[in-house]
């Protein structure tokens, strides 16, 4: 069973930074594209940033030049750095990651719990 723990959120001050991590464990052969999205209360998840298994990036134009999305193949884990945050960053966070496990012949999504980021003061 493949599964996505994410780590790293908590409560911080607007300017303030959080690195978010994410680690896929499991029986699997292959994670091609990962990714980062977010939903805050009474809105609808939205995508964050992404990155394919090659280092290609792509990121939502309000996070764009704050947040900083990277990936370690080696430990099949995924990166959100948050820097200058700003109360409207404040949501749930969800890694999601395309995966081939071993029961599988496709890649297929997966998500994470999810990890709670507040910003405040």
């Known amino acids: 069973q493949v599964q996505l723990v994410e780590s790293g959120g908590g409560l911080v001050q607007p300017g303030g930074s959080l690195r978010l991590s994410c680690a896929a464990s499991?029986?699997?052969?292959?994670?091609?594209?990962m990714g980062w999205y977010r939903q805050a209360p009474g809105k609808q998840r939205e995508l964050v940033a992404t990155i394919t298994s090659g280092g290609s990036t792509n990121y939502a134009d309000s996070v764009r030049g704050r947040f900083t999305i990277s990936r370690d193949n080696a430990k099949n884990t995924v990166y959100l750095q948050m820097i200058s945050l700003k109360p409207e960053d404040t949501a749930g966070y969800y890694c999601?990651?395309?995966?081939?496990?071993?029961?599988?012949?496709?890649?297929?999504?997966?998500w994470g719990q999810g990890t709670q980021v507040t910003v405040s003061s």
């Open positions: 999601n990651a395309n995966i081939k496990s071993s029961v599988s012949y496709y890649y297929l999504p997966y």
């Open positions: 499991g029986s699997f052969f292959n994670i091609s594209n």
